[in-house]
T-cell receptor
Framework: GQSLEQPSEVTAVEGAIVQINCTYQ??????LSWYQQHDGGAPTFLSY????GLEETGRFSSFLSRSDSYGYLLLQELQMKDSASYFC??????????FGQGTELSVKP | EAQVTQNPRYLITVTGKKLTVTCSQN?????MSWYRQDPGLGLRQIYY???????DKGDVPEGYKVSRKEKRNFPLILESPSPNQTSLYFC??????????????FGPGTRLTVT
């Protein structure tokens, strides 16, 4: 299979750090992307990892370990506006894309 | 402004009445794709296109058709819509084909209700 698993909900407080995990099955795996979606809106691209290691973009970072079939999105200095759904997505050779079911992040004051 | 546009944004229709949702991008992207989003199921890929005249099935292609006659347009066709196709639909495009279309730009979405 080619499915992805991520937690359905995560809650954190403003100013904290939160990590959203994503595990995947290795068959045909090419790379892992992360997207943010606010309620009712279009998903927006956050980050992509094709190789092992950490990619940093401002307050957001993404990590991939191909040997563990695992990645995560790290959000630092959480703000209320970070409350949204976060999706991991895997790319496969051939162009097919598969998304996880999404993690709803709630940031509390 | 670089963007992906979809029309219509909202549509209520009846079972069996053919409809087309248009999608257009102005970024000269090679890769385009359609998704449906249902509560608790995330985004599921319907069809994708790596380039003009090249289309492939995603995970949920049944009941849908697509065409890619021009690089900028990728319409989604429902020949005979049924209530189980009631959903939120997103079109997306990506500049990268080599190495994977990892950075998708999404349209605003089309909320379709089939009664």
């Amino acid at each position: 299979g080619q499915s992805l698993e991520q937690p359905s909900e995560v809650t954190a407080v403003e100013g904290a750090i939160v990590q959203i995990n994503c595990t995947y099955q290795t068959s045909g795996f090419y790379g892992l992307s992360w997207y943010q979606q606010h309620d009712g809106g279009a998903p927006t691209f956050l980050s992509y990892n094709a190789l092992d290691g950490l990619e940093e973009t401002g307050r957001f970072s993404s990590f991939l370990s191909r040997s563990d079939s695992y990645g995560y999105l790290l959000l630092q200095e959480l703000q209320m506006k970070d409350s949204a759904s976060y999706f991991c997505s895997r790319g496969n050779q051939g162009g097919k894309l598969i998304f996880g079911q999404g993690t709803e992040l709630s940031v509390k004051p | 402004e670089a963007q992906v546009t979809q029309n219509p944004r909202y549509l209520i229709t009846v079972t069996g009445k053919k409809l087309t949702v248009t999608c257009s991008q102005n970024m000269n992207h090679e890769y385009m794709s359609w998704y449906r989003q249902d509560p608790g199921l995330g985004l599921r890929q319907i069809y994708y296109s790596m380039n003009v005249e090249v289309t492939d099935k995603g995970d949920v292609p049944e009941g849908y058709k697509v065409s890619r006659k021009e690089k900028r347009n990728f319409p989604l066709i429902l020949e005979s819509p049924s209530p189980n196709q009631t959903s939120l639909y997103f079109c997306a495009s990506s500049p990268g084909v080599a190495g994977g279309p990892y950075e998708q730009y999404f349209g605003p979405g089309t909320r379709l209700t089939v009664t």
